[in-house]
């Protein structure tokens, strides 16, 4: 999970700022991966996060594509509270699942 926040954000910060290099291959896959194998159970969550994720990773386009036809207004960042939020719950949503499946099968 920190792998894919810190894959979003390193998106966020090339597209929209233009500043720096544009992530590899985004770590959802390795989630998906290992939750299919070995935790099926979070499935359903996982593909939650990864909606959310798709949508924000949108929205970076959007504004990145914004910034380099320099619209007015894009250094405002509209709509990124929406999509940001929506991210943040479901990883949080995620993160707390996990959590409680922890306690039940290792204590």
């Keep these: ?8 954000a390193t998106k966020q910060f090339f597209f929209i ?10 770590p959802m896959i ?6 299919s ?3 099926p159970e979070f499935m359903m ?5 990864d ?8 929205w970076i386009f959007g504004m990145g594509q914004k910034r380099v036809r320099n619209e ?10 929406e999509v940001l939020t929506k991210y943040t719950d479901a990883r949080a949503d995620f993160l707390v699942e996990l959590k409680l499946f922890a306690r039940r099968e290792f204590q």
């Design 37 to 39: 194998t070995y935790f």
């Design 30 to 35: 390795k989630i998906e991966a290992i939750t």
């Design 72 to 81: 007015p207004g894009y250094e405002k960042l509209p709509g990124q509270n």
């Design 45 to 49: 969550s996982v593909r939650k996060l």
């Design 1 to 8: 999970m920190v792998e894919h926040y810190h894959w979003i």
């Design 51 to 58: 909606s959310a994720s798709n949508e924000y990773e949108s």
């Design 17 to 26: 700022a233009g500043q720096g290099s544009e992530p590899e291959l985004s």
